[in-house]
């Protein structure tokens, strides 16, 4: 289903080419729309296909397998911050030391939104708590994460965009207003394949992070390692380890660490850890004891018998996924590139990892999503990538490509790209 | 290992007998200090016995069993507040409608945690958020449980006992101080076999409660069912619902409900619930999707294959834990009434289900817990069901039979009960 047009960049098209273009673009919509199709790619959701992979995580724990290795009971109540061997276990994913992290349930999210919230309520390591205060400030890199924006939204924070470009946010700007304002309080990142961009934060941009200077003592870097593992390449990129870098700039309790097993097992039951300072970490357990007693120590234990307590079998999994994935990706990139590369009109992300595509064009991104979501393929919210869902250039659209069969993600891709150039062509028009 | 005392109360002792009374204590205790016991009878842990009554729980789950009834892939992302299925199933614990529940990971504490730290920073039902009172109070029966009180403590409100009888709490008391001050926002109850007195608040309790009247119309019950289906007796007591008597009073908005299957299953890997209005219900889970995603499903479908979908097996179920723990309950009853009863130095509740025996020996709870902790019996801290850890009279203490063996539970009760007598004739004698 490729439209008829010349190769040629959009800008260049004369009125007369324009308008025989958006009529083909139309055309080629109200094919699509005729298909009455039901497609979603709006979420990060691994598929069906990828979830098979982990189905030995339903019966991997046998029916008498219930006690850690110091023995204790993993059936009753008991041990806050996870067993022993969950923590040695899952600090290699963020590269900490085991004494620095908590297991926690099945949601690095809540883990994230419990830490906030004890910020908000009893401050940070004995500062005041946020709540108590005037206003509170958090830095947030664009385009980003709507859930990590929707926690400091729900807690009436002022956020502040700060632009991102290859190598990560802009850090001479972080640096500036964290010096500067006692208010800002912290900042949230992705940084590995950033969610929605993709990016790697480079080592100096890390090492910069670690060493920051913020006014604000109880300052913290919301460190959502999401996608630590979920490589699309076979040599990925490594990248320098916040805590690490924080400690050697004596600066260790700067930051929140944050991983899961969400899209490495089952999103629905897997296991999520925090990583701290001791400092933070002492802080923070004192906080959570009044929150739970313990979490799910059974699937801690499920989960430590899946990898067979061994670390490079997790990285081997996560081959798997990458095996099933990458194509998804390379429908989605190599239908932007052939049918949107020669108009000049926008442009997307190459990632190397995670589970999103960035798409950027500029004054349209709403469009594109209402004309998808009219022809039945639903996109994740124009602005949602943005704090409060204003995308300022109302350019950025994140693309899903991994829960949707490939049949299927082609399928939305060839409407996605319909739209782009229709709402190109309307904008060109209009101006 | 009785003592030789004769069968008279303390109080009509002489001088001398009172002596010779302590002397025989005193000789007794230290021959248990020889033992160099360790018993821990601290909290309300359910014993290994108990937990095996579980095993079908490990692997009852089978491997392609997934799916929830409506065909959603319960090992994905999704369903905040529940499969369908589990809330119909745990809806019947605090007997509401499956639309009033939301079904949490495995700790109903934390949902109690949780409903709280959003009343603090967001506030309840669109009032103003508590953390930004002045002043914020909190009504506690007791004795009551010391995670309830450490929540409110940790949020730094103020805390206000309210004295307890065979019914329950204080209603008169209650009613006039929730009808004159705005600033009392909730109350603790613990209404079946309350911890640790044991009581079964009466019908005409409940009814006052659904029918209160607070100033503050963002005040809420915390209603803490944790033992509804821990019964001791044959037939046990029925109470009259919360929920419903509030929708008679037209009231519904004033409770938050809670259960979960802690000590039914397994207290490392259970099912909580919370129940409330729908109004009520539309807040809560509004605010909690900013926590989180989704809560572990698959563990819903393995608590509803353990229980073949049939709330009567849970019934049944909680038969079998009767069966373990009553003998415990009847060894710490008979000890007591044997050894103490004559003396008239001390009272202890008889309870019909629940986790606790409440004992109260005025002016000695400090000594009894330190000398059963120097003779290697560990009980939980005197005061500890005061709010602030304070108990006015130094009276309460609770006895927490289920997780030592029986033989355990005779040495940590004869350990006791001689405590209790030493520190009674200490007491005496220096009066």
């Keep these: 289903m490729e439209s008829d047009v010349v190769e040629m960049k959009l800008s260049e098209m004369n009125k007369e080419t324009l308008m025989q273009f958006l009529a083909d673009c139309k055309a080629e919509y109200a094919a699509f729309q005729a298909e009455n199709l039901k497609l979603d790619m709006s979420r990060g959701k691994p598929s069906p296909q990828q979830l098979d992979l982990s189905m030995d995580l339903m019966d991997c724990l046998k029916r008498e397998d219930y006690k850690a290795e110091n023995g204790l009971d993993c059936r009753n109540y008991g041990v806050l911050d996870g067993i022993p061997e969950a923590k040695e276990f899952f600090a290699q994913m963020l590269g900490v030391d085991a004494s620095e992290t908590i297991i926690f349930g099945n949601s690095s999210l809540n883990a994230m939104y419990w830490a906030m919230s004890v910020a908000m309520t009893n401050g940070v390591m004995g500062g005041k708590p946020w709540g108590q205060l005037p206003k509170v400030k958090f830095l947030c890199p664009v385009p980003g994460y709507d859930r990590h924006f929707a926690i400091s939204e729900f807690f009436g924070m002022e956020m502040i965009n700060i632009p991102m470009d290859e190598n990560g946010p802009d850090m001479d700007m972080i640096e500036k207003l964290v010096a500067e304002d006692e208010s800002i309080k912290g900042v949230w990142c992705v940084p590995m394949y950033s969610n929605p961009g993709g990016v790697v934060y480079s080592d100096e941009v890390v090492k910069r992070f670690a060493a920051l200077k913020p006014k604000a003592a109880d300052f913290r870097i919301f460190w959502d390692n999401a996608y630590c593992m979920h490589h699309l390449v076979e040599n990925p990129p ?7 870098e924080a400690k050697k700039a004596g600066n260790e309790d700067i930051c929140y660490m944050f991983a899961s097993t969400s899209k490495i097992t089952f999103p629905g039951t897997g296991i999520a850890v925090m990583a701290a300072s001791e400092n933070n970490m002492k802080s923070l357990k004192k906080s959570l004891g009044f929150a739970t007693i313990s979490y799910d120590k059974i699937n801690q234990l499920r989960h430590l018998r899946f990898f067979g307590n061994k670390f490079e079998n997790m ?5 798997k996924h990458k095996e099933l994935i990458a194509p998804k990706f390379a429908i989605v990139e190599n239908t932007l590139e052939k049918e949107l590369s020669d108009l000049g009109i926008a442009n997307w992300s190459d990632p190397l990892g995670g589970y999103f595509i960035s798409f950027n064009q500029a004054g349209c991104a709403k469009r594109i999503v209402s004309l998808c979501k009219e022809a039945g393929v639903v996109l994740t919210g124009a602005g949602a990538s943005f704090p409060y ?9 994140r693309l899903s490509p991994t829960f949707p069969t490939e049949e299927e993600l082609q399928k939305a891709m060839n409407v996605f790209v319909c739209s782009a150039k229709l709402a190109a062509a309307e904008k060109a028009l209009a101006e």
């Design 238 to 244: 490594v990248q320098a380890n916040l805590l690490e």
């Design 315 to 319: 990285i081997e999994h996560m081959k």
């Design 389 to 397: 869902g204003v995308d300022p250039q109302d350019e950025n659209i």
